[in-house]
């Protein structure tokens, strides 16, 4: 089987259509879908057009989207050390702090590397034994093992050099809070695919039994997206909150087991301010205490004063499905992938990146 051809067949998907409207739902239904990867297949194949009684809102599971303006300026306060090397992931780079970012910062002369893996910090190390070694880790629980490896090899090799500021958050604690908040009038789920595959299925059991909503756990492509919106559908039709596995090629029921034990073994439950959405118990991750020698929280005497959040930005009502990014003043002129004013245009999973990318609405 040719498996990006048929999970992209244009006759499997209007056959699809045909079965969700045939469903004949008795008003439009919220679906959120969590990851912003889902939001870019949703708004690149049109998938919104197609389904005149689902109304897509966009949530909090860009990690990049979420991360508070107070953790960007630790960032820029670590960057900006004498012999620092500061490396991260992804779009973090770009991502406007309170009163600059770190692109601007490295096009100033400081040493800031985007990184493919993780573990690219061990050659850096080994090269740069005179200089401190910031990782600055993000992410939901895909992410979060291979910070937890990255920590496991620089312990074995002795490296003396390498710090980490943890930012890693989880999925399960943002969806309840948004269930929990009476704002939000969300339906029903499509689930994360990748976290899925570190969480399991079982992760979703009890928000679902709880709050009365179903969750399907989709992949990212079109025909994956159009079989997890017809269960959805169905479920919205007959009154029912289960959680459907349609990734089921590489979810499990309890997820990547190897994994979630090196989680527990170097991290543990804490706090976290997701932008839009506040302090949430427990929606992070942080070092167990027996790891405070190599966490720049505590090794390096942080100093920030952050600035509140540009008003002209609706990122945070985006990234609680308040919003949609064209519902913004400033989306597509005042901001824009070259000038963003907020980390929802920044983040190639961001909501407002995939509006202005392939210009749906």
């Known amino acids: 089987m040719n498996y990006i051809k048929e999970y992209k067949d244009t ?33 690149k194949y049109s998938i919104p ?74 050659k850096i190390a080994n090269e740069n034994k005179d200089k401190k070694i910031i990782f600055f880790a993000i992410g939901f629980e895909t992410t979060t093992p291979m910070s937890t490896v990255l920590i496991e090899k620089v312990l074995e090799m ?101 994994a979630k034990e090196l989680i527990e073994k170097y991290f543990r439950r804490d706090d976290f301010e997701f932008r839009g959405l506040g302090v949430i118990s427990n929606g992070g991750l942080e070092l167990k205490d027996e790891y405070d020698y190599i966490n720049a929280k505590k090794v390096f005497d942080i100093k920030t004063n952050t600035k509140a959040e540009n008003k002209a930005c609706l990122c945070p009502k985006i990234l609680k499905g308040l919003a949609k990014p064209t519902d913004c003043k400033v989306f597509g002129n005042l901001c824009t992938p070259n000038n963003p004013i907020g980390s929802c245009m920044v983040s190639s999973e961001g909501a407002c990146a995939a509006y202005y990318k392939y210009n749906r609405i």
């Open 158 to 258: 002795g490296l003396k050099n390498v710090f980490f500021h943890i930012n890693h958050v989880r999925v399960p604690e943002p969806v309840e809070a948004l269930l929990n908040d009476k704002d939000c009038n969300i339906d029903g789920f499509l689930a994360p695919s990748h976290v899925s595959v570190i969480i399991g299925e079982n992760a979703y059991l009890n928000m679902a039994n709880t709050y009365k909503k179903p969750f399907a756990i989709s992949g990212f492509e079109p025909v994956d997206l159009m079989h997890s919106l017809l269960n959805l559908s169905l479920q919205f039709k007959n009154k029912t909150h289960n959680v459907y596995n349609e990734y089921s090629r590489l979810v499990s029921k309890n997820g990547n087991e190897k």
């Open 49 to 122: 057009s197609l389904l005149p009684n689902i109304n897509f809102i966009h949530g909090p599971g860009c990690p990049v989207c979420v991360m508070p303006k107070s953790r960007l300026d630790e960032a820029i306060f670590l960057a900006s050390m004498e012999g620092a090397i500061f490396c991260t992931l992804a779009d973090l780079i770009k991502v406007p702090a309170s009163n600059t970012s770190l692109e601007k910062l490295r096009a100033q002369g400081k040493d800031i590397r985007a990184l493919y893996s993780p573990l690219e910090v061990l």
């Open 11 to 43: 006759n499997i998907i209007n056959n699809l259509k045909k079965l969700i409207n045939n469903v004949k739902l008795d008003r439009i239904y919220n679906v959120m879908e969590i990851c912003g990867g889902h939001t870019h297949s949703l708004i």
